[in-house]
């Protein structure tokens, strides 16, 4: 199958789906099959735009079915758009496969438009290239002018909070002996169904975008928990010219994690990544709005520390001391 071939594979199966999904190619002028497309942005906002790349043994284990590499190549860029308050519009694929393979491609893009038809998203071109298994989205989406949330405006006096929970999908790469725990110590027997549970985290993360454009006027700040809760706030921080503090007993926990690793659970809460949800800061007198909100936006957020004059993240164990970790999360060449 030559490239045109595989090409004219995804362009065909994004048009299919794209057909149930609402929304879907509102503003495209042209789509998949020219040198570029041709967008039109709505009048009154302004263009997020967004891009990742996935690589197989750094992103994902080799061996990663390929329609989970799909959901996940398009949910940490959805993450980013949900971080911004931004509504998904378009995105672009540029795929690299050590060989041509259809049947590959074809599930790769069954996961890939399972996650576009949660939200509206239109596949509008891309590219496709011989070399090591490396998937590349750009992803952009629309914002009202002057009103995406941002990393810049955390303000002393803000709480934080964290959507969902975390270190899930650090424990499935633990238990699947992909990292090591952070603790040096050996890893708990994990019953299966549990283990499975969490390694469908890991895989297919849902990027928060309803709570995200739910959080606009009422967030200050917010950045998406990819690198590390402790790394991704820190972000915030440096940006904002703020400090934080963290209560690491506060930390949202699944089930799951709970009965697998108990009190050993703190590094990957804290460090881990891969979690894709939303650590954002609001004012503490909006505290009851911001639930209200995200209640209404079908997820769970937690109160998980505060912004302070300073600079840096602390985080804090029970009793007030300052817990300390090797590292605050993931970082490349690092």
């Known amino acids: 199958m030559a490239e045109f071939d595989l090409i004219a594979l995804i362009r065909s199966r994004a048009a299919a789906s ?36 996935l690589n197989e043994g ?19 860029n959805l993450s980013d758009l949900a971080s911004m308050g931004a509504r998904p519009a378009w995105c672009t694929l540029s795929l690299s496969l050590p060989r041509e393979d259809a049947g590959w491609v074809s599930a790769f ?4 438009q399972e996650l576009a038809a949660m939200h509206g998203i239109a596949l509008v071109g891309g590219d496709t290239t011989r070399g090591p298994l490396s998937i590349a989205v750009t992803a952009m989406g629309w914002v009202e002018c002057g009103a995406a949330l941002r990393r810049d405006r955390a303000r002393p006096g803000d709480d934080v909070w964290v959507s969902g929970t975390l270190g899930d999908a650090a424990a499935s790469l633990a238990l ?37 454009r739910a ?14 809760l402790l790394a991704d706030l820190g972000h915030v921080c440096e940006r904002s010219g703020v400090g934080a503090e963290v209560w690491l007993e506060r930390l949202p926990a699944s089930v799951a994690l709970q009965r697998a690793f108990g009190a050993r659970r703190t590094s990957f809460q804290a460090t881990g990544g891969d979690d894709y949800e ?3 800061t609001a004012p503490a007198n909006l505290r009851e709005p911001v639930s209200l ?35 605050s999360g993931y970082v490349h060449f690092g």
């Open 278 to 280: 939303l650590c954002f």
């Open 215 to 228: 959080l606009m006027g009422l967030a200050h700040a917010c950045v998406d928990v990819s690198d590390g």
């Open 18 to 53: 794209a057909g149930s999904m609402p929304g879907s190619g509102e503003g495209v002028v042209l789509g998949i099959g020219d040198d570029a497309a041709l967008l039109r942005m709505p009048a009154g906002h302004e263009l997020v735009v967004t891009a990742d790349t």
């Open 176 to 212: 699947d002996g992909h990292v090591p725990p952070a603790s040096g110590e050996p890893l708990p027997a994990v019953d299966p169904a549990i283990a499975a549970w969490l390694g469908d985290r890991l895989r297919r993360p849902l990027p928060r975008v309803a709570a995200g």
């Open 293 to 327: 909100a995200l209640e209404q936006a079908g997820v769970e957020a937690t109160r998980i520390g505060r912004i302070v004059a300073g600079e840096g993240v602390r985080a804090l164990a029970a009793d007030g001391t300052q817990w300390r970790s090797p590292q």
């Open 58 to 76: 750094v992103h994902f284990p080799a061996g990663t079915a390929p329609a989970d590499i799909g959901w996940k190549a398009l949910a940490v």
């Open 109 to 112: 893009v069954d996961g890939f």
